[in-house]
């Protein structure tokens, strides 16, 4: 078990049938291990028997039928009181409050996800907090990362409020604090974030071009050499590699994602985006998977993503619809990229298993629900009438409005990784 130590370090320390035919035993055993790791089209998280109203913490008798919670749909949840607002979170960063910006309509808070199979139950914040008592969870990734990460933060504030630790925050080339912890006192649990984009070693070759050396078989040190010290890890993120990149193996440069990088980088062989982003996937899951220290649970979360229409960010494109599409009304948009994410995920459970050191490798699939949400970005709500969300990103359809659509991310968190009896 891994408690916090101190407010200045390197982070919270811690950590029969026997009659049945024994081929049918072995067959059985299988299948069983292939759905619950990787299916071909999703990792079956499963809750049985989830309760029959979305209120209820826990689930139910274990007779009901196995639930995806990948796939399913958002209805209507005018019953429920909102988990907080912005005038009960201080935590929520201005560029996803929504509320007190104006945005038009709020409907976006009043929908809940229904999976396939069951109802979701709703995010307890007491339960959460006594599961992780003196442990520690580690966001990584980038600004998608700290908009989950203060969504669990105002989660949980209904049940108690931490405050924010150590010294002060080394500052990255792109502005952003590398490490921030925040701790919750009356359950020692201590909640830290990492801004590592890419997850893998990066640094800014060409701040004109705005283009990066990435390199793809080495993870960002700045959260790997730390891994041991924390009890759960979620990693995500994607957006980054669409950046003008070189791509390194070894130390040498060996591929560039198009564009300028290829002209600029004295390498001409290009590597899709979704390639890079499955190796440095599998890269980041690499470390983690065998670092011996670490014992617990690793989650990815997929890809989400975007819903610019009528244009791009930087073309006159907005989000402004107000309601949810319905299942089949879109396509997945980001589909390769998440199967790149599944794909890092599955080899690295198949490359890890001889040399295996507890740890648990997960994944948290938020991509067909996401794309169900077109309402739920703050457009232009993320900043006062003529501010900008980061230089001249202005309409902002990539991150998520707090609250809204993005608390499903902490209650499937609170399933995958609290305990359920």
Do not use: Q
């Given at each position: 078990m891994k408690s916090h130590k101190s407010a200045s370090s390197s982070s919270p320390k811690r950590t029969a049938a026997i009659a049945a035919p024994v081929a049918f035993l072995l067959a059985l055993g299988l299948v069983l291990l292939y759905d619950l790791s990787f299916s071909d089209r999703h990792y079956y998280l499963r809750i049985y028997g989830a309760s029959s109203s979305a209120s209820s913490s826990s689930p139910v008798s274990t007779s009901s039928p196995a639930c995806d919670l990948a796939r399913g749909e958002w209805v209507p949840d005018d019953g429920e009181a909102l988990y907080y607002t912005n005038l009960t979170c201080p935590f929520i960063d201005d560029h996803q409050n929504c509320m007190k910006f104006g945005k038009p309509s709020l409907e976006f808070v009043r929908w809940r996800w229904r999976p396939d199979g069951c109802e979701l139950p709703r995010f307890d914040a007491a339960r959460f907090l006594e599961a992780m008592r003196g442990k520690s969870m580690a966001f990584v990734g980038d600004s998608l990362a700290r908009n989950h990460f203060k969504s669990l933060l105002c989660l949980l504030s209904k049940a108690a409020y931490p405050v924010e630790v150590g010294?002060?925050?080394?500052?990255?080339?792109?502005?952003?604090?590398?490490?921030?912890?925040?701790?919750?006192?009356?359950?020692?649990?201590?909640?830290?974030?990492?801004?590592?984009?890419?997850?893998?070693?990066?640094?800014?070759?060409n701040a004109t071009l705005g283009m990066w050396d990435v390199h793809l078989d080495t993870p960002d040190a700045r959260w790997a050499a730390h891994v041991a010290d924390f009890d759960h890890v979620v990693l995500s993120g994607t957006n980054w590699f669409f950046r003008p990149s070189v791509y390194y193996k070894g130390g040498r440069a060996v591929a560039c994602n198009g564009g300028v990088s290829c002209g600029a980088g004295n390498v001409t062989a290009e590597l899709p985006v979704p390639r890079a982003l499955r190796a440095a996937f599998r890269t980041a899951l690499g470390a983690v998977a065998t670092n011996e220290g670490f014992h617990g649970k690793a989650v990815v979360r997929t890809v989400t993503p975007t819903?610019?229409?009528?244009?791009?960010?930087?073309?006159?494109?907005?989000?402004?619809?107000?309601?949810?599409?319905?299942?089949?009304?879109?396509?997945?948009?980001?589909?390769?990229?998440r199967s790149a994410q599944?794909?890092?995920?599955?080899?690295?459970?198949?490359?890890?298993?001889?040399?295996?050191?507890?740890?648990?490798?997960?994944?948290?699939?938020?991509?067909?629900?996401?794309?169900?949400?077109?309402?739920?970005?703050?457009?232009?709500?993320?900043?006062?009438?003529?501010?900008?969300?980061?230089?001249?990103?202005?309409?902002?359809?990539?991150?998520?409005?707090?609250?809204g659509s993005i608390d499903l991310w902490s209650e499937l968190l609170f399933q995958m990784i609290v305990p359920h009896h």
């Open positions: 010294s002060e925050p080394e500052i990255d080339v792109t502005g952003r604090a590398v490490r921030r912890d925040y701790y919750f006192g009356s359950h020692d649990f201590t909640a830290s974030l990492f801004w590592s984009p890419f997850l893998v070693k990066a640094n800014l070759s819903h610019f229409e009528n244009g791009e960010w930087n073309t006159g494109g907005d989000c402004v619809r107000t309601r949810p599409y319905r299942r089949g009304d879109r396509a997945v948009s980001a589909a390769e990229y599944v794909e890092a995920l599955r080899e690295t459970e198949a490359a890890a298993t001889a040399r295996r050191n507890g740890a648990e490798l997960l994944l948290m699939d938020i991509t067909e629900a996401m794309e169900l949400r077109p309402d739920g970005h703050p457009s232009r709500y993320g900043h006062p009438p003529g501010g900008t969300v980061e230089g001249s990103f202005v309409v902002d359809c990539l991150h998520w409005c707090l609250p």
